[in-house]
Each structure stands twice: as C-alpha cells, then as structure tokens.
C-alpha cells in the first residue's frame, strides 16, 4: 500500500509542493492539483491514482509556462505550441493546455491578428502583402488575416507609400530618372505594397525637378562610367559610355552632351 507520509513546500518554488511516499520523495505538484486531489498526509494512492496526479501536474506545468509566455505579449496558437514543443511537453498535454487558454482567454488569433496589424501599421513602414505573410507564417487563418488588414486602407497605404517613395527619392538622388523611379517601385514592392499603390506613390512623391538638378545627376553618373572606361579610346571609348548611361536611363542627346563635357575637362 502506497500512503503519503509528508507534504512539504518547496523552499524556492512556493505553489510547488514535495510529496513523500512511504517516507520517500516520491513526486513533486503545483499547489492546484494539490487541492484539486485533495492530498494530504496519510491519504492511500494506488499507482493508476499516482500517474493521473503526475500528468495532471504536467498539464498545469505547461500551462504556467505558457502564461508566463503570455505575459510578455501577445501571441498566435502556433507560436505558443511551438514553445511548449521546445519545451518538451507531450502532445496530449499541450492539446489540453491550448484548450484552458482559450478558455481562460489567454489565447485569441484573432484579436492577435489585429493586434499584431495595428502595431505594424503605427511602428513600421510594411506594406499589407509583408504583414499578410508574417501573419500567415504565425498560423493566422486567411479568413482572420483578412479581418485584421480591412483597417489598412487603401488611403491609409498611400499615405504610408508616398512618405517612403520621397524617403528613397531623396536616397536615389543621384541616379537617372528612369533607375530612380524603378529602384523606388522595387522597394516599395519588397515592403509589401500592390503595384497600383506602388504607381500612385511613385507619381504622388515626384518633385519638380529643373535643369541644373538633371545635369548633375548626368554628369555624377557619366565621371562614374568615365573613371571605369577611360583606359579605351576613340570609338571604343565613346561606345562603351554610351552603353552605360544609356542603360542608367539616360537619352543619346544627354550622354553625347555629358560625353563632350567630360572631353572639354
């Protein structure tokens, strides 16, 4: 016969309860299952009652750790499964536990959902396509992701994208035109905005430009070629600088006017 001699608490852990069988550390339980079961001293366990008591107190274990997970932000289902994995405990355990946090309303995908949309359209300059991803990678149901990003207006995602397109406008200044405004659209694309977006943008951030502004652009990128193909000569010259300002963007009437420029020097 199995009979609990002597419950003591845990000197560092202080919901945590030792439990003596016998006269021997037997196992050790949150103070919940303590009360749950009812243990006291001299109460008779037979093993069946024993290992129930011991998963139960895994259950309740893992579910600790998860608020306590919990309690530094929100999070997705798959997020905190994933750290009761890490964790290492049982599947069954952690089906049980994802249940109590539902339950408890510690857990909510869709409230995340929004919440962790709301954050990226205040904190950061991503578009709907890169929150769209990261909440799926989070294990947002679609129907939930599409709930959440209805609040990131189309007029809001201007907004966000014309601010970007002026930010890297003035970051491109000395490219063409033409590579300016396809380095613009490229970055917007990679943050996450639609194309349609992406054209509005690019046109919303454009600034009067004047020609002493074009100019310089011009000529910074032709010293760029000149110092790289100035070792040729004549026609070779010529054509391999042509080449390369007219892949910048540039028309033949402005490379053969850089061209003379750089000649004159």
């Known amino acids: 016969m199995k009979v609990i001699t002597k419950i003591s608490l845990q000197q560092k852990l202080t919901d945590r309860y030792n439990i003596f069988i016998n006269e021997e550390y037997a196992f050790s339980v949150d103070e919940s299952v303590l009360i749950q079961y009812g243990l006291k001293k001299g109460m008779e366990l037979t093993d069946e009652q024993i290992d129930g008591i011991i998963r139960r107190d895994a259950v309740r274990k893992g579910l600790n750790m998860a608020i306590q997970f919990l309690s530094i932000r929100m999070r997705a289902e798959k997020e905190v499964r994933e750290f009761l994995i890490k964790k290492e405990v049982e599947s069954e355990s952690i089906e049980e536990i994802i249940h109590a946090l539902y339950r408890m309303n510690y857990l909510d995908d869709a409230e995340f959902a929004k919440a962790y949309t709301n954050t990226q ?46 930010k890297y406008r003035q970051k491109y200044r000395k490219e063409s035109p033409i590579i300016q405004k396809q380095k613009i659209e490229q970055t917007l694309s990679r943050k996450g905005y639609e194309w349609g977006i992406i054209q509005e943008a690019v046109a919303g ?61």
């Open 121 to 166: 359209i205040n904190a950061s300059d991503k578009g709907p396509k890169v929150i769209e991803r990261e909440l799926k990678e989070k294990g947002i149901e679609g129907s939930l992701i599409e709930e959440a990003l209805a609040k990131f207006e189309e007029g809001l995602q201007l907004e966000k994208s014309i601010k970007l397109a002026q």
């Open 205 to 265: 951030s454009e600034e009067e430009g004047n020609e002493e502004e074009h100019l310089e652009v011009l000529m910074y990128q032709a010293a760029k070629a000149h110092r790289r193909y100035n070792k040729f000569s004549g026609g070779e010259y010529r054509q391999k600088m042509k080449q390369a300002l007219y892949r910048k963007g540039f028309s033949m009437s402005d490379i053969e006017q850089a061209i003379e420029k750089l000649q004159e020097e």
